[in-house]
């Protein structure tokens, strides 16, 4: 019956929404592939009569989209099949279910839609829709998952259909706890409207914080950091990094981010979080013993991996024990020879860091600096690298992804495994030589293999080509290694 009053190819929009406002269709999705027509008009037809429905499929291979359309010809059946139907199991996996809008517009424009993130991990899509459900009519409710466990990523959306109402549901629930954690609502912003989110870093507005102390918890960690900026200005969302044991408890990764509201708070938040004698006095215990505090302006991993593309981030080894991050910073954003007047050699930095051993603190000998252009990475680059700092030659590099190094490094080692003469392999993994017999004369000495004429040696068997010589035998091997072993013998 449904594969009747369904065309696939041409599915009538103008029933989507009538034309008076009142919605007569459904917007399913979270699908299983297996899903038909057939099986939604299984499950709809028990609530209400059914005009059409349409699951979407890829126009090559015919294979189910996960979502699908369902018309009704009253919006009165809509609303009772929306009710009952929404959050219910169809073939082994939870549908989400809302009024279908004609006008992406909408949809699109953010108004009325509210994130809301730090949930607990029990609390899914209908958990969380019978949350706001009490301050309105919800137009669609998600919580982000994992594509591949399934299990609650700790953010989601509502999105309510009165922006009034999505004003009403923030005012009341943000800073409350559900389910033992205490959530964060705030207003969404699209991507490409997001302060910050593009190649500008001038304009941001969240920060990220390293070197925590291992016993903060989520609440302690959100009082340190309002006690420490609360005269600058408000924060928007603070958020400690946890990890979850097997008996639930959460431990802190040792670091987290907060983000304000406007630029110019973050940026004299930022300073506030770089002035360690300030943040003793406003913060106690806010830093792990034996460390300092580290802050930069948050970044996302595409934009981190962009940084590594454009040759904005340079690698720096052999740095002394006696060097601290402050002055490792200021040499390579004012230069070994620095003018006096504020004036940076180099260009602007936007993270600088030396790394340390997590458990006693200790220098390993190497760090990071990111610019702000490739111009001035060059440039520090060109002056820097050999710059003796501290009576020990710096050497400074682009900085590679992890995986990048290790193929060099394989192929390193594998070019060590070679004779540079005649590129077979020598030392220990060479086999005694063979002579074919009747094709080598004896020459002075008796010694069998080399004619008289010039001592060259004719017709030797090559030895086999041992594994060690292959690049993919040492990218294995590498991988046995801690990333910081690796590093330090990369040049």
């Not at 126009?59 to 139907?85: I, K, P």
């Not at 609390?123 to 829709?129: E, N, P, S, V, W």
């Not at 454009?310 to 490792?328: D, G, P, S």
Request: net charge neutral; proline share 5%.
């Amino acid at each position: 019956v449904a594969e009747q009053n369904v065309d696939e190819q041409n599915v009538d929009q103008a029933a989507l929404v009538a034309p008076s406002g009142a919605c007569k269709s459904l917007f399913v999705q979270d699908l299983a592939p297996t899903v038909t027509e057939s099986t939604l008009l299984e499950v709809f037809q028990k609530t209400a009569q059914i005009q059409s429905i349409h699951v979407c499929r890829d126009s090559a291979t015919r294979l189910s989209l996960g979502y699908a359309y369902v018309n009704f010809h009253r919006a009165e059946d809509c609303d009772q099949a929306l009710a009952e139907v929404n959050f219910q199991e169809i073939e082994g996996k939870i549908c989400r279910i809302s009024k279908s809008l004609r006008d992406p517009s909408i949809r699109k424009s953010g108004v009325g839609n509210l994130f809301i993130k730090n949930l607990a991990k029990d609390i899914d899509h209908a958990g969380l829709h019978d949350v706001f459900a009490n301050f309105g009519e919800i137009m669609s409710c998600k919580v982000a998952t994992d594509r591949v466990t399934g299990e609650s990523k700790g953010y989601g959306f509502v999105h309510f259909a009165k922006p009034e109402e999505g004003k009403n549901a923030l005012a009341n629930l943000n800073g409350k706890c559900l389910n033992g954690k205490q959530v964060y609502v705030a207003k969404f912003i699209p991507r490409q409207k997001r302060i910050g989110s593009g190649s500008a870093s001038a304009h941001f507005t969240n920060i990220y914080l390293n070197n925590l102390h291992p016993d903060l918890t989520q609440t302690r960690f959100i009082e340190l950091v309002t006690a420490a900026t609360s005269d600058l200005g408000e924060i928007t969302s603070p958020k400690l990094m946890v990890t979850e044991n097997e008996d639930g408890t959460e431990v802190s990764k040792g670091f987290g981010f907060v983000n304000f509201e406007s630029h110019e708070v973050a940026a004299k938040a930022l300073d506030r979080f770089k002035n360690a004698e300030k943040m003793t006095e406003l913060a106690p215990g806010l830093t792990a013993e034996g460390k300092e505090l580290y802050s930069n302006p948050a970044m996302s991993t595409t934009k981190r991996r962009l940084m590594v593309v454009e040759e904005k981030n340079l690698y720096v080894k052999n740095i002394a024990e006696t060097v601290t991050e402050e002055r490792f910073k200021e040499l390579f954003e004012f230069g070994p020879d620095p003018k006096g007047n504020g004036e940076k050699e180099f260009g602007t930095i936007t993270s600088a860091c030396i790394m340390k051993d997590g458990d006693t603190g200790a220098h390993k000998g190497f760090g990071f600096v990111c610019y702000e252009s490739k111009e001035s990475a060059v440039k520090a680059m060109t002056i820097m690298n050999g710059f003796r700092l501290d009576d020990k030659p710096l050497y400074v590099g682009v900085a590679q992804p992890k995986e990048l190094r290790r193929k060099q490094l394989a192929q390193h080692f594998a070019r060590n495994q070679m004779d540079p003469h005649v590129g077979y392999p020598v030392g220990p993994y060479l086999v005694p030589q063979r002579f074919l017999p009747g094709k080598f004369s004896s020459s002075r000495g008796g010694r069998p293999g080399f004619q008289s004429r010039g001592g060259v040696p004719v017709n030797v068997a090559r030895a086999p080509f041992p594994p060690q010589s292959d690049p993919r035998f040492w990218t294995e091997l590498l991988k046995t290694f801690p990333d910081g072993v690796v590093s330090q013998h990369l040049g």
